[in-house]
């Protein structure tokens, strides 16, 4: 069987774009060379990262004129992963968007939706962690696992006069925490439809045991069965649309907090040089 990738690219494409989720690697330029001043962070990134290698040292094979520092290959690492991780999650929640409109209300088995849906959590919260290391190396210059230590980074740049910027991270970090949130939910609960069920079936036979009989007359439990499915069906596809806007709003929040954070690294770096 021949499947069409193009147009299957095609489509996730026009699904992702009709909601404002684009491509990491768009954000930072208006045109070629013009900076976009609302994405300036990106610019900085790509024109003065933290650790810029020596190609020209590397093509004319002699040693390079410094070795980085631990703290600047961490910083290296981690940029280069977010944006990995936000190509990742993209490529899950267009999937995820693409199968939607297939899923049925009255469902026994997990579907597509739901499997790119975990996928598209698993990168944003991995990419949102990358962004908390970010900072923590960017200010402390290591990072411990220390309670807290995010707060104690924003706590050190309003110190140093950069209260807007920690403010704006602290303010980013705690808009995403819902994604986080449904994430811990899906792991450390019920993760599958499957469950769900059986979860429903020994509800109602434990409170038929325990009452030793089962409730209300047949023919009006049948009746009122079908009408309470009817309204579920209704709230679980709603409830599916909120689950699909919520991996875009988390996508579009992390572009914006990846913005923050790459601009505070450089600006941050710039007022230490400027320093010494």
């Not at 980013?172 to 899906?186: L, M, N, P, T, Y």
């Amino acid at each position: 069987m021949n499947v069409d990738l193009d147009a299957l690219r095609k489509k996730t494409e026009e699904l992702l774009l009709s909601r404002g989720v684009f491509d990491v690697d768009a954000f930072g330029w208006l045109y070629e060379n013009d900076v976009d001043p609302e994405f300036v962070g990106y610019a900085m990134w790509a024109l003065s990262p933290p650790y810029d290698h020596d190609f020209m040292a590397w093509q004319d094979q002699t040693p390079p004129a410094r070795a980085p520092t631990k703290a600047e290959q961490q910083l290296m690492e981690l940029g280069h992963d977010f944006f990995g991780l936000m190509k990742t999650a993209r490529h899950f929640i267009g999937h995820a968007l693409l199968h939607q409109p297939a899923v049925q209300p009255l469902r026994f088995e997990p579907t597509e939706f739901d499997f790119n849906e975990f996928a598209a959590l698993v990168a944003l919260t991995a990419a949102a962690d990358r962004l908390s290391d970010f900072i923590i190396i960017t200010t402390l210059g290591t990072k411990t696992n220390e309670e807290r230590e995010r707060n104690k980074a924003c706590d050190k740049l309003r110190e140093s006069g950069f209260g807007i910027q920690a403010d704006a991270l602290q303010g980013g970090f705690k808009a995403i925490s819902e994604a986080r949130d449904v994430r811990r939910q899906v792991v450390h609960g019920l993760a599958s439809r499957p469950a769900h069920v059986q979860k429903h079936l020994i509800t109602r036979d434990r409170e038929a045991f325990e009452t030793q009989r089962w409730p209300g007359d047949r023919e009006v439990q049948y009746e009122n069965t079908i009408r309470e499915q009817e309204q579920l069906d209704r709230k679980e596809l709603a409830e599916l649309e909120v689950r699909a806007r919520l991996l875009c709003d988390c996508h579009v929040k992390l572009i914006k907090l990846g913005e923050i954070s790459f601009r505070t690294e450089h600006d941050w770096r710039q007022r230490r040089a400027a320093s010494h």
